[in-house]
C-alpha cells in the first residue's frame, strides 16, 4: 500500500526542553547541526514518495508558517486548543482532512529515514505502529500486544509484564481510519485529556487490530529534554546523515 499523506503532531508546548528554547522557538523547530529536528522528517516523507504533509500546530503557531513556503507539500492546521487539551485533540482535528492512507509521526523524533522502505502496510496489515527495543533514556513508551496487535502503551513499564518494546511516534494508518477512529472517540465520550497514543491502544484493543512492525535496532530517539538532545546530536545524527 502505498501512502502520499502524513500528518505530523507538533502543537504542544515542549516545556522540557525550555533551558535550549527557551520561549521563542518550539520543540520541533528547534536545530539539530543547522537543521530543525521537524525537518529531518519532512525530508524523510518527501523522499518516501509523500505528497501532502499536515502538520498540527498550536503553541508559537506563526514559528512554523515558513515551511509552507519552503516545502510545497507542507500545510499548517491550526489547534486553537492547544493549551487546553491533550494530544488526542491534534490528532482528531484531521477527522475532515484524511480520509486516504496516512502515516502519523510526532514531531519531536529523529530517526533513520531508510525505514520508510521497510515500515509499509500491507493488505494483511493495513494499520501499524512502528516499535524498537527499548532506548537507554528516561521517558520510553511500553508497549503490549496479542498476536501481533496492540493491546496497550504505558509510560509505565511495571504495568506491562515483559515489556516486548517500545513506541517510536511513527504509525501508518489505511484509508478511512481517521474517519472510524474519531467515531470511537464520540462513542466513548473522551474528555481531550488523554494522550493520542494511549486511546489508539484502546481502539486496536477493542476495535480495529494495529499491528506491530517491530525493528528492534532502528536508530532513532525521541527529544523531550537536554540529555535526549544530546543523545539524538552524539548517537543518532552521526548515523543518519
Known amino acids: 500500500m502505498e501512502i502520499k499523506t502524513a500528518i505530523i503532531l507538533a502543537a504542544g508546548k515542549g516545556t522540557r526542553l ?42 508559537l503557531l506563526e514559528s ?3 515551511l509552507e513556503k519552503k516545502y510545497d507539500e507542507v500545510k499548517i492546521v491550526e489547534n486553537p486548543f492547544y493549551d487546553e487539551r ?27 529515514p ?16 512502528l516499535t524498537s527495543a527499548p ?18 502503551l504505558t509510560k509505565n513499564a511495571r504495568k506491562i509484564v515483559d515489556p516486548e518494546g517500545v513506541m517510536t511516534g511513527i504509525w501508518a494508518f489505511s484509508a478511512g481510519f481517521m474517519n472510524r477512529f474519531t467515531r470511537f472517540c464520540e462513542q466513548i465520550e473522551i474528555d481531550y485529556s488523554e494522550d493520542y497514543e494511549v ?16 525493528f528492534p535496532e532502528l536508530n532513532w530517539c525521541e527529544i523531550d529534554n537536554e540529555e535526549h538532545l544530546e543523545y539524538a546530536l552524539n548517537e543518532v545524527l552521526p548515523l543518519i546523515i
Not at 484531521?94 to 510526532?106: A, G, I, N, T, W
Open 86 to 112: 491533550a494530544s488526542i485533540y491534534t490528532l482528531l482535528m484531521f477527522d475532515s482532512l484524511v480520509d486516504e492512507p496516512f502515516y502519523v509521526l510526532e514531531a519531536d523524533i529523529l530517526y533513520d
Open 64 to 66: 512554523f508558517h515558513y
Open 199 to 214: 486511546l489508539l491502544a484502546n481502539y486496536s484493543s477493542e476495535q480495529e487490530p494495529i499491528n506491530i512492525a517491530h
Open 18 to 59: 525550555r533551558s535550549v528554547t527557551g520561549n521563542e522557538i518550539p520543540k520541533p523547530l528547534t536545530p539539530l547541526k543547522g537543521q530543525p529536528i521537524i525537518e529531518y522528517s519532512i525530508e524523510a516523507l518527501k523522499k518516501a514518495g509523500v505528497q501532502k504533509i499536515l502538520i498540527g500546530c498550536g503553541h
Open 135 to 152: 532506548l537507554n533514556l528516561d521517558d520510553n513508551v511500553y508497549f503490549s500486544s496479542e498476536a501481533g496487535r496492540l493491546t496497550k
Open 114 to 129: 531508510a525505514i520508510f522502505k521497510r515500515f509499509t502496510p500491507t493488505d494483511n496489515n493495513q494499520n501499524l505502529i
